[in-house]
């Protein structure tokens, strides 16, 4: 997140549309992508370890990013529970731990425990969580996607062997399907009428009541 120009980003986005994009990966998560991960394991997973860089992150710039971790968290909190595994906020700049220290008065202590601030020197933590393999080159693995990790979407969702449509798309389909049956039997002939009252006339003497058509 030191990376990015909040003030510049503000202008194009809003916090809101930031916490609804996260919704939708959580949502992702849980379908199709922990499904088609268990297939490949062999067993059940229902979490996700979740890593948010700070480096470059300045005094000036913590409120902001305190902002937005709050309600994150609370969200995957309120919403999601079953789905944080863990959160590691690396890189963390000088006195963010004790910023982050209030954050947890808002929080479940089980989600507490599910948080960890680190410094530079997170990589041991990482590689402990997080196979060396699937961790990005620049967190100290030897995963190195195309285009870069934090913007590919591989995985075994969109491996054919393991993935499958999730449950959503097979009824957002049959909705789509439904909505267009009930159109075919509309009978073209049928027009809808306004059946509310005409509006009241005006006059010398003040508004009148509507007139009956």
Known sequence: MGNIDLNAMYKITTSE????????????????????????????????????DLKGVGITKVPSVYAYVKQASGMSQNYYPERLGKLY???????????????????????VEKIHVLGTGYQKELLAQVPKENLPKIFGGSCDCKGGCALSDEGPWTDPAWAKPPKWA????????????????????TVPTETTAPAPVPSEEGVQAPVAQ
């Open 89 to 111: 906020l690396i890189n963390a700049p000088w006195g963010f731990s004790t910023v982050f220290g209030v954050v947890k008065g808002w929080l479940d202590p089980i989600t």
């Open 170 to 189: 097979s009824a957002e389909k049959a909705n789509g399907e439904q909505a267009v049956i009930n159109t075919e039997n509309v009978n073209p002939g």
């Open 17 to 52: 549309r930031m916490l609804q994009n996260l919704a939708v990966e959580y949502e992702k998560m849980a379908d199709p992508r922990l499904p088609a991960c268990s297939r490949k394991a062999g067993s059940l997973l229902e979490t996700c370890c979740t890593i948010m």
